[in-house]
């Protein structure tokens, strides 16, 4: 069982930066396919960006290529989510989630979730 916790939130102005942390407590996070979602009042959770267990590999969604990027440490069981240049539709409770196999921007491929932090921007 992995367990996530996440941190890093917070209230930002537009134009800001902020960057989000993920601590898992398995000892196989390595292993692990780590994906960053999002949900904002009254939406549908939604696919932020995602990575592969050796960090080689990433895919963001549409809305957030060019201004977030999502990174891993292996050493230290964490994975990142550098958020820059944020707007106000980037408001929303953010989740980071894991699986076994290889990354997935589906919801319904990830098994385990954080509990969420908030990110709120002010315009």
């Known amino acids: 069982q992995v367990q996530l916790v996440e941190s890093g939130g917070g209230l930002v102005q537009a134009g800001g930066s902020l960057r989000l942390s993920c601590a898992a407590s398995?000892?196989?996070?390595?292993?692990?396919?780590m994906g960053w979602f999002r949900q904002a009042p009254g939406k549908e959770r939604e696919f932020v960006a995602t990575?592969?267990?050796?960090?080689?590999?990433?895919d963001y969604a549409n809305s957030v290529k060019g201004r977030f990027t999502i990174s891993r440490d292996n050493a230290k069981n964490t994975v990142y989510l550098q958020m820059n240049s944020l707007k106000s539709e980037d408001t929303a409770v953010y989740y980071c989630?894991?699986?076994?196999?290889?990354?997935?921007?589906?919801?319904?491929?990830?098994?385990?979730w954080g509990q969420g932090t908030q990110v709120t921007v002010s315009s």
């Open positions: 990575i592969s267990w050796s960090g080689v590999y990433t």
């Open positions: 989630a894991a699986r076994r196999e290889g990354r997935s921007a589906s919801v319904g491929d990830y098994p385990y």
């Open positions: 398995e000892r196989t996070f390595s292993s692990y396919a």
